[in-house]
């Protein structure tokens, strides 16, 4: 078995996994449901794996928690235009 | 500096990141907003995730994604009650 496309799929699905929720936060206008705290708590905890990833040399983990962080904040301006609407 | 702290802070706060997103769905009942799509994607990529930890013998990422796993089924059994409403 090809363990290391099990990792693969786990860190694609998961870096790019507030994805679908950006894309319905713009289609639908609203956000009003999202919770803020867990869109900065997952910033938050992107940016401290990212420094670990960069203290323990690993590209990996550096990149997918960049990537993630810039959906996040991709997220965090759609809550701020649409929760309120 | 004390690095696995920082490892360790980053974990924490993305295993526990849906939390927020539970309790805000089970106080508004309401969970219109939120995107299934993004859930079942957490959910599928922390399944690969622990499979991965466990085929490389790694009981924090074992136990990190089997957590997160938990707090999503809850996150979609509470979209599923207050989706409609």
Redesign the interface.
């Known amino acids: 078995m090809e363990?290391y496309l099990?990792?693969i799929?786990?860190?694609?699905?998961?870096t790019?996994?507030?994805?679908?929720?950006i894309?319905?936060?713009h289609r639908?206008k609203?956000?009003?449901?999202?919770?803020p705290?867990?869109l900065l708590?997952?910033s938050?905890?992107?940016?401290?794996?990212a420094?670990?990833g960069y203290?323990?040399g690993d590209v990996i983990i550096i990149s997918a928690?960049v990537i993630s962080f810039i959906t996040l904040v991709a997220a965090i301006i759609l809550y701020n235009s649409y929760s309120r609407k």
């Open positions: 363990w099990i990792g799929g786990g860190a694609l699905l998961t790019f996994g507030f994805v679908p929720q894309i319905k936060m639908t609203s956000a009003r449901d999202i919770s705290v867990t708590q997952f938050a905890g992107t940016i401290l794996w420094l670990y203290h323990i928690n």
